[in-house]
């Protein structure tokens, strides 16, 4: 039941019914809230004409409208969850913006759903989508992971891949500039 509430407010909350504009308080950064209304770090600078960090309290900052829907931000939860089971937090965060670059990146289908779904050679792009495991409810920390590579969103190194390199089998993939290595995946570009 408490799953199914989290679900619901996770759903439910944030970018469906989220104000056009906030109002700074003391402590704040753009970085919480960026998080908080599930936008990405650099767009809620741009759209404020800001290009420092620097924020004042009882200023008013327009908040970009967001392009990623709730059920997208689901199953990007559920890809993190299947996907990173068992890894750090800062892992499970690196695999949705793996996700998240692929959408940005012109060699890679436009939308989550997409890049998810995607078949090369016959073979899914993502293990989870082969063996079923993409349907499985994520977790809180799988649900928060998404909103922070949100947030994260354009910043980074720009890996667009990771594998397990004790199960990988693919030399292509192993030829990869490696990005950075979190828990038992590497990332790469």
């Known amino acids: 039941m408490l799953a199914s509430i989290f679900c619901g407010a996770f759903l439910l909350g944030g970018q469906t019914y989220a104000a056009t504009t906030h109002t700074v308080k003391h402590g704040e950064t753009f970085w919480n809230i960026a998080k908080r209304y599930g936008v990405p770090l650099k767009q809620l600078q741009k759209q404020n004409g800001k290009?420092?960090?620097?924020?004042?309290?009882?200023?008013?900052?327009?908040?970009?409208?967001?392009?990623?829907?709730a059920s997208e931000k689901d199953l990007l939860a559920r890809l993190v969850h299947a996907e990173a089971k068992g890894e750090p937090y800062a892992g499970k965060v690196a695999v949705a913006t793996v996700?998240?670059?692929?959408?940005?990146?012109?060699?890679?289908?436009?939308?989550?759903?997409?890049?998810?779904?995607?078949?090369?050679?016959?073979?899914?792009?993502?293990?989870?989508?082969?063996?079923?495991?993409?349907?499985?409810?994520?977790?809180?920390e799988a649900y928060r992971a998404v909103e922070e590579a949100i947030a994260f969103r354009g910043l980074g190194n720009g890996s667009l891949y990771f594998y397990n390199p004790k199960t990988a089998k693919s030399n292509w993939l192993r030829s990869k500039q490696v990005t950075i290595i979190i828990g038992n995946h590497v990332f790469a570009k």
């Open 51 to 69: 290009y420092t960090d620097v924020l004042f309290p009882g200023e008013k900052l327009v908040i970009p409208k967001t392009t990623i829907s």
């Open 99 to 140: 996700v998240l670059n692929r959408v940005d990146h012109p060699d890679f289908p436009d939308t989550i759903r997409e890049v998810i779904y995607e078949r090369s050679g016959g073979h899914y792009a993502f293990t989870p989508v082969q063996n079923g495991t993409i349907n499985e409810p994520a977790d809180r």
